[in-house]
């Protein structure tokens, strides 16, 4: 496979630009972010696909938790094509996690989000959707420092939250969603999505309407709705090796299990640094959500940073403080409960070519929360994951 000097990742590009193929939806990632891709040229068009597979045994403590097989899976093609005077980039992203995840998700504790036979899920995270995206990216230059992007589809992402875990690269080794995935960036996959920005130098200043309700069960079909939801989002990329961002968005009930609207807030920082023979990639993510129907603030905050050395060997850690409310859905009551999860592994990679890499890794999560849930969860669960990870090899490139 050969570079594409089409793509924003070439030569071609200024030095300190984020590129649309390494990050999410709208989002900026780092210039300086490694890139794990197979890439070629037919015609008129650049193609690139990348993803990831984890095959895993996760093994969660504590009477609530859970030993299962597992694969945490995703596939992701891009085409690209110049279009007027601007640039055309259609994005397909597939999951097969309905199909590889055990009833009725991944198990972890303290998780919760979506739901399973109607009722909420508690201690598992859901599997991703088959369509995990359907969209197309315009963006075209106005002048040397200003251009415009139109971006949006069936399934796509609003401009709304951090890069989505899936493609941070400060998360590229750990198979598991953060506990704080459904306050930071859980509109990710949305089915109904327009989103318009511009672009000023360093600065991006984007827009959506969307449809803000979260997937349901049937993880095969999209599911539109009416675009009643909005956010609005500003980007800086200072530097090659930074970015960050502030978000705002006001979703029409959003959550299948709960009545009520949600506005939902988000700010994080992603740092990436490359050296000689690795990299460093570090995010930190602050995610709110507001519930209108019950007037509760619910905070998270996240760090997360992996770190590649001697080329073959990755060393990660998340670290977590996330406000729950949703642990026992049936209770009468619903109080948020502050838990902490800090995670730390570290994989090596076994086959390591310019196609594609295969590496072993396992990771171990301690959990910190209020003495009221020993009752439920014990006294200290611990809960550990041993996996394979297979993906396309690293792509040397430079801008």
Same mark, same amino acid.
Not at 21 to 31: K, Y
Not at 130 to 158: C, D, N
Not at 277 to 285: H, Q, R
Not at 341 to 368: E, P
């Given at each position: 496979?050969?570079?594409?000097?089409?793509?924003?990742?070439? $030569?071609?590009?200024?030095? #300190?630009? +984020?590129? &649309?193929?390494?990050?999410?939806?709208?989002?900026?990632?780092?210039?300086?972010?490694?890139?794990?891709?197979?890439?070629?040229?037919?015609?008129?068009?650049? /193609? =690139?696909?990348?993803?990831?597979?984890?095959?895993?045994?996760?093994?969660?403590?504590?009477?609530?938790?859970?030993?299962? $097989?597992?694969?945490?899976?995703?596939?992701?093609? =891009?085409? *690209?094509?110049?279009?007027?005077?601007?640039?055309?980039?259609?994005?397909?992203?597939?999951?097969?996690?309905? /199909?590889?995840?055990?009833?009725?998700?991944?198990?972890? /504790?303290?998780?919760?989000?979506?739901?399973?036979?109607?009722? &909420?899920?508690?201690?598992?995270?859901?599997?991703?959707?088959?369509?995990?995206?359907?969209? $197309?990216?315009?963006?075209?230059?106005?002048?040397?420092?200003?251009?415009?992007?139109?971006?949006?589809?069936? !399934?796509?992402?609003?401009?709304?939250?951090?890069?989505?875990? %899936?493609?941070?690269?400060?998360?590229?080794?750990?198979?598991?969603? +953060?506990?704080?995935?459904? /306050?930071?960036? !859980?509109?990710?996959? !949305?089915?109904?999505?327009?989103?318009?920005?511009?672009?000023?130098?360093?600065?991006?200043?984007?827009?959506?309407?969307?449809?803000?309700?979260?997937?349901?069960?049937?993880?095969?079909?999209?599911?539109?709705?009416?675009?009643? !939801?909005?956010?609005?989002?500003?980007?800086?990329?200072?530097?090659?090796?930074?970015?960050? *961002?502030?978000?705002?968005?006001?979703?029409?009930?959003?959550?299948?299990?709960?009545?009520?609207?949600?506005?939902? *807030?988000?700010?994080?920082?992603?740092?990436?640094?490359?050296? $000689?023979?690795?990299?460093?990639?570090?995010?930190? %993510? #602050?995610?709110?959500?507001?519930?209108?129907?019950?007037? %509760?603030?619910?905070?998270?905050?996240?760090?997360?940073?992996?770190?590649?050395?001697?080329?073959?060997?990755?060393?990660?850690?998340?670290?977590?403080?996330?406000?729950?409310?949703?642990?026992?859905? *049936?209770?009468?009551?619903?109080?948020?409960?502050? %838990?902490?999860?800090?995670?730390?592994?570290?994989?090596?990679?076994?086959?390591?070519?310019?196609?594609?890499?295969?590496?072993?890794?396992?990771?171990?999560?301690?959990?910190?929360? +209020?003495?009221?849930?020993?009752?439920?969860?014990?006294?200290?669960?611990?809960?550990?994951?041993?996996?394979?990870?297979?993906?396309?090899?690293?792509?040397?490139?430079?801008?």
């Amino acid at each position: 496979m050969k570079d594409m000097p089409g793509m924003d990742m070439s $030569a071609s590009a200024s030095d #300190w630009k +984020p590129s &649309p193929h390494a990050g999410s939806g709208t989002s900026w990632q780092p210039a300086s972010v490694p890139g794990y891709f197979w890439m070629t040229s037919r015609g008129h068009w650049d /193609l =690139m696909a990348h993803g990831v597979l984890f095959l895993t045994y996760n093994q969660q403590g504590g009477p609530r938790g859970a030993g299962k $097989a597992e694969s945490v899976n995703v596939l992701m093609l =891009m085409e *690209q094509h110049k279009l007027g005077k601007g640039t055309l980039l259609l994005r397909q992203m597939f999951s097969a996690e309905s /199909l590889t995840s055990p009833h009725p998700g991944f198990p972890q /504790l303290f998780q919760t989000g979506e739901t399973y036979h109607g009722q &909420p899920l508690v201690d598992h995270q859901h599997p991703h959707n088959v369509f995990a995206e359907l969209s $197309a990216y315009y963006s075209r230059p106005i002048t040397e420092k200003i251009s415009w992007l139109l971006y949006g589809g069936p !399934s796509a992402e609003p401009a709304l939250g951090p890069v989505t875990y %899936i493609h941070r690269a400060s998360a590229a080794e750990l198979p598991a969603a +953060p506990l704080s995935h459904h /306050l930071q960036d !859980s509109t990710h996959t !949305s089915f109904g999505v327009v989103t318009t920005g511009v672009m000023i130098d360093r600065f991006k200043f984007e827009g959506s309407v969307f449809n803000g309700r979260e997937p349901n069960e049937e993880r095969w079909s999209i599911q539109l709705g009416a675009l009643d !939801s909005w956010s609005a989002r500003a980007w800086v990329a200072p530097a090659r090796n930074w970015t960050a *961002q502030y978000s705002y968005g006001r979703l029409l009930h959003p959550e299948a299990a709960e009545p009520g609207n949600e506005k939902r *807030q988000s700010a994080s920082v992603e740092y990436n640094r490359p050296f $000689a023979e690795g990299n460093w990639a570090t995010s930190l %993510i #602050w995610g709110r959500k507001h519930k209108d129907e019950t007037g %509760i603030n619910l905070n998270s905050y996240l760090l997360e940073s992996t770190v590649n050395f001697k080329r073959s060997n990755y060393a990660y850690t998340r670290l977590e403080l996330v406000d729950k409310d949703e642990l026992f859905p *049936q209770a009468p009551v619903h109080p948020a409960y502050r %838990i902490g999860a800090y995670t730390f592994g570290g994989v090596r990679d076994l086959v390591q070519s310019h196609s594609w890499q295969l590496g072993l890794g396992a990771d171990i999560t301690f959990n910190t929360k +209020p003495a009221v849930l020993d009752s439920t969860y014990g006294m200290n669960p611990v809960s550990f994951r041993i996996f394979l990870r297979v993906r396309p090899g690293l792509t040397e490139h430079t801008h």
